[in-house]
């Protein structure tokens, strides 16, 4: 059963992935970005399965704190993120719906383009 120590290692694992994230972001490093991104998602899934196990209901405040501490760091690093990757995301969204009309309206002269023989 994780203790409370294993829970603050794992949510100082995902804030260290996190910088790491926002640097991806503010580089533009898209695979990297990903890849962090999968390795926070393994921790995170890890800590929500473990939650409420072999938690010691007299915590010290100060783990509590440290605990609370990192987990606005790790929100604070994830609006960064967004700050980087909405705007990226934007673009994608743009480009894919107008490379899908193209091919829509290619597809529909591309059905007309066809004239009978001696025209």
């Known amino acids: ?3 409370m120590c294993r829970q603050i290692d794992l949510y100082e694992e995902i804030r260290a ?4 994230m926002v640097n991806a972001a503010r580089s533009h490093d898209w695979d990297r970005l990903v890849i962090l991104e999968r390795s926070v998602g393994v921790l995170r899934d890890e800590l929500i399965a ?3 196990l072999g938690l010691d209901t007299g915590t010290i405040a100060t783990e509590n704190d440290h605990k609370c501490s990192l987990i606005r760091r790790i929100l604070e690093d994830d609006a960064e993120i967004r700050r980087h ?3 990226w995301m934007q ?3 743009q480009f894919l719906g107008s490379e899908d009309r193209r091919r829509q309206v290619q ?3 591309a059905a007309t383009d066809s004239t009978p023989d001696g025209w």
């Open 17 to 20: 992935l996190s910088s790491d």
């Open 50 to 52: 473990n939650i409420g």
């Open 107 to 109: 597809y529909a002269y």
């Open 85 to 87: 990757t909405e705007p």
């Open 91 to 93: 673009h994608v969204r």
């Open 1 to 3: 059963m994780p203790s």
